[in-house]
């Protein structure tokens, strides 16, 4: 099996920054790429913040924080995936941008490089279709944020070869992370039940069951959940989320419809942390600015 030293990341928004951290921090040589430069010349600044705090914090010791940043390069091509050993796919939700991505790594990376895509709910059997090698792409499903989530789920499209899914749970566990195997179905056995969640809790809103606090404490205090779903909405993106679910819709049925205050909500911009209003309204700091103007339901 091919030694891995240097990971491509393709796609530098919330996952691309947060996978390229986490490999730098884990000892791996980090080529970061985004369709907008000035995208990844961000995602560098805010991991060298995140570094920082991260040692601040005694989570990260001061010599692996040091070391880890000068990894870290971006690049202004897929070209520059060439000497990659190993390629991580975290670009927008959407099948023909994805297809395109790994038709143009299949054709500039080694043969036994794995293509992995970090999809939440796309069919990796129909992206790895693009390439003409589809047994090299498999998925590498991270979690929001990536330094605190443990699982990278492992999933196995219909032409996974047996070495890819091997190679990628090698990397998955390299990068400090739990690995689970999980064969192909929508929304693998993550998305599809967190989408779920993430939705009813919309239908929740919009029928006046609560206000989006008091949903969350119950879900927290409740049934044990860390986040609500909520707050965990706003770290993933509304956008994300609608996608996902809007897949699921489609592959999986009327259990996945997703509720129009979500879609409502999507198209006036609140997209969650990323925007600095979601369901909760955030300062630049990223801490929740309190407001109960903003809901249906107050
Ligand atoms: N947000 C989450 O919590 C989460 C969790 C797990 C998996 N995912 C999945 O990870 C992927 C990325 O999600 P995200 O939340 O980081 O999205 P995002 O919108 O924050 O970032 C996507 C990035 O891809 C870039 N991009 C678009 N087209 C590109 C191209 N052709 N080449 C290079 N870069 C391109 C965009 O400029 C953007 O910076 C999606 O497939 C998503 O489903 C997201």
């Known amino acids: ?131 003409s090698d589809p047994a090299r792409v498999c998925g590498m499903h991270f979690f929001n944020p990536v330094h605190r989530m443990k699982l990278v789920e492992v999933v196995r499209a219909l032409q996974t070869a047996d070495w890819a899914v091997e190679q990628t749970e090698r990397v998955g566990r390299l990068l400090g992370k739990e690995v689970v195997r999980i064969q192909e179905r929508p929304g693998f056995a993550t998305s599809r039940i967190s989408a779920l969640v993430g939705n009813e809790a919309f239908y929740m809103l919009m029928e006046g069951v609560g206000t989006p606090e008091e949903i969350d404490r119950a879900i927290k205090l409740g049934l044990n959940f860390p986040m609500g779903p909520f707050e965990l909405g706003d770290l993933v993106g509304w956008d994300t989320r609608l996608k996902v679910l809007q897949y699921l819709h489609e592959t999986l049925g009327e259990k996945f419809r997703p509720c129009p205050l979500l879609v409502q909500y999507v198209k006036a911009g609140r997209l969650g942390r990323k925007t600095g209003w979601g369901v909760y309204r955030y300062d630049e700091q990223g801490r929740r600015i309190p407001s109960d103007q903003d809901h249906p339901v107050k």
Do not use: H, W
């Not at 040091?66 to 990894?71: C, D, T, V």
């Not at 670009?91 to 036994?112: H, P, Y």
């Open 1 to 131: 099996m091919r030694d891995v030293r240097r990971i491509g990341v393709v796609g530098a928004g919330v996952m691309g920054r947060g996978i390229a951290y986490q490999a730098a921090v884990s000892g791996f040589q980090t080529v970061l790429y985004d369709a907008y430069p000035e995208v990844a010349d961000q995602a560098v600044k805010q991991i060298a913040s995140l570094v920082k705090r991260q040692v601040e914090k005694g989570y990260l010791e001061p010599e692996r924080g040091e070391e880890a940043l000068p990894r870290i390069e971006t690049a202004d091509a897929l070209e520059a995936f060439g000497d990659c050993d190993f390629v991580i796919e975290a670009v927008v939700e959407d099948l023909d941008i994805k297809q395109d991505v790994f038709r143009k790594l299949d054709a500039v990376c080694d043969d036994d490089v794995v293509l992995a895509t970090n999809t939440s709910a796309k069919s990796i059997t129909e992206i790895a279709s693009a390439a």
